[in-house]
């Protein structure tokens, strides 16, 4: 009799060994969320990085760009969009970077979104510190989004310095400049201001 109690009660102490170990599982993924409720982060917001399992490696990113200026539903949203590629979030210093460069909120989300904050990240923030719009930093990023050949952001920044207009340099885009030719219109604008003209001569030659 004790055997066959055993036989049948056996699948049940199994069943029940495997949610207590997947209990505990759960309990050792479970990243302590302290620092952020203490930078002010809601509730609400915490415990949707909950259900995204944040690590804490996440965690200081997302403070990180909390301290840069990032709202907390937009950290929610970058965390958002790693995971839906299927990685974790580990571009919270360039996100701060884009945002120290004076880039607006939805635009650095927009060139997350893009899957261009690694590649492009610096040379965005660049060309924003230069002057360039954001309107124009979009424009390069959805351009390298598609695989296009961009000319480099500090070639569009000698243009912009050199007069062109923000609308010139968006047809200059469309037209597929090469950082050779922006060079060389650069250096003839250079070469008209600063006098380098025919003079007409008066007189015979002697």
């Known amino acids: 009799m004790a055997a066959l109690y055993l036989r049948l009660i056996a699948p049940t102490l199994a069943s029940a060994g495997l949610l207590f170990a997947l209990a505990g599982c759960g309990k050792v993924r479970q ?4 620092q952020l409720d203490a930078a002010g982060m809601h509730a609400e917001s915490i415990e949707q990085l909950h259900q995204y399992q944040v690590s804490a490696d996440e965690v200081q990113q997302i403070l990180t760009m909390g301290r840069a200026g990032m ?25 701060a970077n884009l945002l120290g460069a004076g880039i607006k909120e939805s635009s650095v989300i927009e060139i997350v979104r893009l899957d261009q904050v690694g590649p492009f990240a610096g040379e965005a923030a660049a060309m924003r510190l230069a002057g360039l719009s954001e309107d124009l930093i979009l424009n390069v990023a959805q351009r390298r989004a598609k695989g296009e050949s961009v000319m480099a952001g500090a070639r ?7 007069g062109y207009s923000n609308a010139q340099l968006v047809a200059m885009l ?29 007189g015979r030659h002697r």
Do not use: P, W
């Open 31 to 34: 990243t302590n969320m302290s």
């Open 156 to 162: 569009l920044a000698e243009l912009k310095d050199a």
């Open 71 to 95: 709202s907390e539903q937009g950290c929610v949203a970058l965390v958002g969009i790693a995971r839906s590629r299927h990685r974790v979030f580990a571009e919270g210093d360039a996100v």
């Open 174 to 202: 469309d037209r597929r400049m090469t950082d050779k030719q922006a060079a060389d219109a650069v250096a003839r604008h250079d070469y008209a201001v600063g006098g380098h003209t025919f003079v007409r001569q008066h």
